[in-house]
């Protein structure tokens, strides 16, 4: 799965993934991580969601990266907001307030920037990539977050020969091998979703669970 799959989806407006609320198990759970006032929490693969701009009204500096042009500049229009824009060999950088994007890959942010997240929000991004990519990323981004960054993973955990992703299944053994060399990753809640899931009951999934994970890394 390359980035024009992402690319094509938000130009066909093929964006049932982006939610019209801030996430509960964001508001839930975060204020648990003790993240310090002021710090920049990474976003990643991060759409246009409102859980950015909930990020910045809790008084932290948010740090999105999305690959899709279209999806940044709907979040800043749909805001209200202007922002000021530069390019780098990251990307083109978005930035208004509190709050910057970063309209480029992943994979191509630096270990400066990631060294200056004290956060990590991680809904969209590991779900959203398949299993030979999940390796690579969380050794690109998480191996060069700092030692003692705080985050907040939100996977799914489902019968994956009932149903191809994305989004795709992550289930619990698979998050702790991912993570094991460099972060913890502790369940602070699972809770099972599969009543509220139109697209997951047509395609016949039988059990589908999200888990919110606190992850301590950088040891």
């Known amino acids: 799965m390359d980035a024009e799959f992402w690319l094509e989806r938000w130009r066909e407006g093929r964006t049932h993934f982006h939610q019209q609320e801030v996430m509960p ?3 839930k759970h975060w204020p648990a991580l003790q993240v310090p006032a002021g710090a ?3 976003v990643p693969l991060c759409g246009k969601s409102l859980d950015m701009p909930w990020l910045a009204s809790q ?3 948010v740090l999105g990266v999305e690959i899709s042009p279209l999806a940044v500049e709907q ?3 749909e805001h209200g907001l202007q922002p000021a824009v530069r390019d780098s060999d990251q990307g083109r950088h978005y930035v208004a307030g509190d709050i910057e994007i970063i309209c480029g890959d992943i994979f191509e942010l630096n270990a400066q920037t990631l060294a200056g997240c004290r956060g990590v929000y991680d809904r969209a991004a590991l779900i959203a990539l398949p299993a030979d990519m999940r390796p690579a990323y969380v050794d690109h981004v998480y191996g060069q977050l700092p030692e003692g960054c705080a985050g907040l993973l939100i996977t799914l955990d489902y019968p994956r020969e009932q149903m191809q992703g994305p989004p795709f299944s992550v289930p619990d053994d698979e998050v702790q091998t991912l993570f094991a060399s460099r972060t913890s990753a502790s369940v ?3 809770r099972d979703i599969l009543p ?3 697209k997951f ?3 016949g999934v039988q059990r589908l669970d999200t ?3 606190r992850l301590a890394t950088g040891r």
Request: charged share 30%; hydrophobic share 55%; aromatic share 16%.
């Open 196 to 198: 509220d899931e139109e």
């Open 40 to 42: 920049r929490v990474l």
């Open 75 to 77: 979040f800043f229009a």
């Open 201 to 203: 009951l047509r395609a």
């Open 188 to 190: 602070l809640e699972r």
């Open 211 to 213: 888990v919110v994970y």
């Open 59 to 61: 008084g932290f500096g």
């Open 25 to 27: 198990l964001l508001c």
